[in-house]
């Protein structure tokens, strides 16, 4: 009986080795590439950006329908003053999101 072990052996060492020979160089351009992209002054004025619109415009529509609700069933409590905190909370929980969602992509 023939003993396979050492060009077994062989064949997956030059296997491993075209395998890295493809890798590493994706791996160090990868690499390179995180490094020298550090977050620049474009992208924090765009999340300024992010976060003003993503709070301002939920606020603005729960102010317009607290409006609208209070001056077509006028009550004792005041719906532009409740839907607009409701448009707060809910702008600042969509700002929340797209900032750690931004985060993390970069």
């Known amino acids: ?3 396979n072990g050492p060009s077994l052996n062989h064949r997956r060492k030059r296997l491993l080795k075209s395998l890295t020979d493809k890798v590493e160089p994706k791996e160090i351009r990868k690499l390179k590439t995180r490094q020298h992209n ?3 002054v474009w992208f924090w004025l765009g999340m300024f950006g992010i976060v003003g619109w993503s ?3 939920p606020t603005l529509m729960g102010v317009a329908a607290g409006v609208w609700i209070d001056t077509t069933w006028p009550s004792r409590y005041s ?4 839907l607009l905190m409701a448009g707060v ?3 600042c929980l969509n ?3 797209w900032v750690t969602h931004e985060s993390r992509r970069h």
């Open 1 to 3: 009986m023939e003993d």
């Open 38 to 40: 550090t977050p620049e």
């Open 55 to 57: 709070i301002a415009v």
């Open 79 to 82: 719906w532009a003053l409740m």
């Open 89 to 91: 909370m809910l702008g």
């Open 95 to 97: 700002a929340w999101y």
